[in-house]
Every structure is written in C-alpha cells, then in structure tokens.
C-alpha cells in the first residue's frame, strides 16, 4: 500500500531562516503530489501541487516544492521564513484515485 | 476557486445519540468525496471514499456500520456517525476533487466532541 512519510515531526526556526521539509512517498507508478499548510484554528488550504511537466513547483506565500522521482521525494521550501508561517503542513500523494497524508510538520517560527 | 461547504463546523453530542455531517461542494459536480478522520497530534486519515450513486468505499478498520455515508447527489455527502462514543469525538474533514482545479478541494471541517 502506498505510504507517506514526513521525517521532521516539529520544526522550530528564527524569521528570516531558510525551510525545508522532508516528505517521501512508497509508490511507484505515477502519482500526483501536493502540499498542504493548516494555520491555527482554520482549515486546510492547498500551498502547491505537482501532476506533471517542470519539477520544480512554485506554489503560494513563497513556497515551492521539487519532485525528484528517482528518490521518491517531494520536498517543500521557502528561502525566508516568516512569524506567519507557523502551521502545521502536510504533504499528500494521488497514486489510486484518493489521497494519503503525511503525518504533518509542525513549524514554529519565533519571531 | 471550487468551494466545499461542510456543516455543522461543531457538534457536541450525548453518548449513543446520532450526528450526521453534511459536505456539500458549491460551485462544481463531485462524483467522488473523500472523508477523514484527524486525530489530536496524528494526520489525517482517509475513512472512506464516497461515489456518488452507489455504495462508499471504506478503508480497513472503519465500521461501516458506525460510520453511515451517503452520497445522494453530485453535490452532497453526508456522513452519520451513529451510536457515538466519547472515542468517536475528533475532527472529521470531508474533501472533493473538482476536475476542473485539478485538485482536491477541503471543507473547513467538523469538531465533534460526543459527552
């Protein structure tokens, strides 16, 4: 079964820092890939996606993610972090028609 | 943009009573929503796929018995949880994929707390 997997649990940054999260997928057809952020007490909303073409994906708020198939990996970042980033993010696979969830990342960013 | 709407956004219920959430997609047809459980410090988990005009999909360990799913029209889901238990309370997120966005659209969620 396909599987999700984001290594870093809990991510605490000063503002200004550079972000990289960690998320790898088990699948090996074709996949659709996105991410994620979740801010206090509101709902989730989509930061990018990836279905095909460059893999380098710009998304919203300064974010963009990369695609690299042969590690099975799609991680997220953001040159320059900011106090408002503080969320929990989730990356997210499509390989079978419905979506699997990392277990999320909690960013801290201290002002 | 595509819009789900989810209702009610919070509900406190009595031990062994029902509560039916509803997750409605405003602006596009969704033949497919999607349900998920999050629990407190956990992602979200899929329980089940619902298909419009036919019988949901569940994911290994969800009750279908418990967890009722309805998917009447092209526009409305609903999800029953009946004879809940306090181990029921959590947040339940139902989402949709709007062909058009490309993507899978979310509700905003529901906060079920059952006493």
């Known amino acids: 079964a396909q599987s999700v997997s984001q290594h870093n649990h809990h991510v605490i940054l000063s503002e200004a820092a550079s972000l990289e999260l960690g998320c790898n997928y088990s699948?090996?057809?074709?996949?659709?890939l996105f991410w994620y952020v979740q801010y206090p007490g509101q709902h989730l909303q989509l930061l990018l996606k990836y279905f095909s073409g460059d893999p380098l994906v710009k998304g919203i708020k300064g974010f963009e993610a990369e695609f690299i198939k042969s590690k099975f990996s799609f991680n997220l970042r953001k040159p320059s972090v900011q106090w408002s980033d503080t969320a929990e993010y989730f990356c997210a696979v499509n390989a079978l028609g419905d979506m699997r969830f990392g277990a999320g990342t909690r960013l801290t960013v201290k002002p | 943009g595509a819009v789900v709407s989810q209702h009610p956004s919070r509900v406190i219920c009595k031990s062994g009573t029902s509560v039916k959430i509803e997750c409605r997609s405003l602006d596009f047809q969704a033949t497919t929503m999607f349900w998920y459980r999050q629990f407190p410090k956990k992602s979200l988990m899929l329980m089940a796929t619902?298909?419009?005009?036919?019988?949901?999909?569940?994911e290994q360990g969800v009750e279908k018995d418990k967890f009722l799913i309805n998917h009447a029209s092209l526009t409305l889901s609903t999800l029953t949880v009946t004879s809940a238990h306090p181990e029921d309370s959590s947040f339940y997120i139902c989402?949709?994929?709007?062909?058009?966005?490309?993507?899978?659209?979310f509700g905003s969620g529901t906060r079920l707390t059952v006493v």
């Open positions: 619902s298909n419009e005009g036919s019988k949901a999909t569940y």
């Open positions: 989402s949709a994929r709007d062909l058009g966005f490309g993507g899978y659209t």
């Open positions: 699948y090996g057809g074709t996949v659709n």
